[in-house]
């Protein structure tokens, strides 16, 4: 099951709590002062490293019969993609470039390269998603309403074919976050008023008009003879990017350590509390500077759920701060290589697909789902990282036991 009471939880009492929702709070602040030319220099940067890409990918593509050429403005116009939606389309639409008063870098008016409407996805993703960040029923985000991936969604026979679905998920990313804030069987039921949906239908199939006739029509009749090979270009660069967002966006989210929380948590939510559901609900992966940037810096996904709207080329010097924070209050930091971290979110795919009836763990002590009750019989006296280190060790010596 979920966890219930995030403070008991964390092994933190409520002035601990409002302690580090207080740092945090400098944190942002101090951050905040300092933004300046540094940032600027750096979007507008990314921003014209995107554009060359993509006009070299598409001008290679006109000698597209050729393997190198094609080879070659697939490839850049793949980068070009993955750039767009990932440092530029995910961070502008945050509103962490606002602040520049930039209508051409602004929240309001970024519309990104791939078939989801920009207005839908700033409500399933800026406002559901990290509002209600891995609340089981309220963040949509939990498994994509396609995936089960915590022991609290009941298993259906339907789930048995979740391995496969989430390899179509993979490949077709862009129209799975697309369609999700449409909520299709919510209108189909009638739960979705029809004034409601039908407008933001129709702004998805105008969406959908514009990538469909820019990416496989027009870009590549204008390359005459070599239209079919400039289609396949581009549809391999779409993929390519999907499949790409997809890892970034599931390590961020479902590897052992991100915890799933019940809707109780909400109640009476304190600032500290929500930083604190931030922390434990996100996880990072490793990166270098050239990974970190084509992440988006979403490898620091922890950071950027406790600040979604501060400057994504902040998020590295923020995490050494965070860490420190971590340590300070014995938290734990969830972090581990990027396939390291895919690997335990496909593993959690997997084994969800089966009833629970074969799975090993109990619903409050699994690698994907846990709640307060894992620690009983514990000293509450210890910090959680101190505590989940002792919970592993058990369930070690327990299944030594069995063999």
């Known amino acids: 099951m979920a966890i219930t009471d995030i403070n008991e939880y964390a092994h933190l009492t409520d002035a601990d709590v409002d302690a580090l929702g207080a740092e945090l709070d400098a944190l942002r602040r101090e951050i905040e002062a300092e933004r300046g030319e540094r940032d600027v220099r750096y979007v507008r940067r990314t921003i014209l490293a995107q554009r060359a890409l993509e006009v070299a990918g598409r001008l290679a593509l006109f000698g597209s019969h050729r393997r190198s050429l094609w080879l070659l403005g697939t490839g850049s ?29 602004h929240s309001t008016t970024w519309e990104w390269d791939m078939v989801c409407a920009s207005p839908h996805w700033k409500h399933s993703h800026n406002y559901i998603h990290h509002k209600y960040t891995n609340v089981v029923g309220m963040d949509h985000d939990v498994g994509y309403k396609i995936l089960r991936v915590t022991r609290d969604e009941p298993w259906e026979p339907r789930r048995a074919f979740q391995p ?20 299709l069987k919510e209108v189909i039921s009638g739960e979705k008023p029809k004034e409601v949906a039908i407008p933001q239908i129709k702004e998805f199939l105008r969406k959908i008009g514009k990538q469909v006739g820019k990416d496989y029509v027009l870009f590549p009749a204008l390359t005459g003879p070599n239209f079919v090979h400039t289609l396949t270009a581009n549809a391999t660069a779409n993929v390519i990017r999907n499949l790409w967002a997809y890892v970034v966006i599931f390590c961020g989210h479902f590897p052992d350590g991100a915890e799933k929380f019940t809707v109780d948590t909400l109640d009476d939510e304190t600032p500290g509390q929500w930083y604190l559901r931030q922390m434990l609900g996100s996880a990072n992966f490793n990166a270098g500077p050239a990974m970190a940037f084509m992440s988006g810096n979403l490898c620091y996904q922890i950071e950027h759920h406790l600040y979604p709207d501060l400057p994504s080329n902040r998020l590295a010097d923020i995490s050494v701060r965070v860490r420190e924070l971590c340590d300070k209050y014995d938290l734990p930091y969830t972090t581990g290589s990027l396939w390291v971290q895919y690997l335990k979110t496909l593993r959690t795919i997997n084994k969800l697909a089966l009833p629970d009836r074969f799975l090993r763990d109990t619903a409050d002590d699994a690698p994907e789902t846990a ?19 002792e919970v592993r060790r058990r369930r070690r010596l327990r299944r030594r036991s069995r063999r």
């Open 371 to 389: 709640s307060e009750r894992r620690f009983t019989g514990l000293d509450q006296a210890m910090g959680l990282k101190t505590a989940l280190g």
């Open 164 to 183: 496969l679905a989430n390899v179509f998920l993979a490949a077709t990313f862009e129209w799975g976050i697309g369609l999700h804030d449409l909520a």
């Open 77 to 105: 116009l793949a980068l070009a993609k993955i750039i767009e939606n990932m440092e530029l389309g995910h961070n502008v639409m945050h509103g962490q470039w606002d602040w520049m008063n930039d209508p051409e870098v």
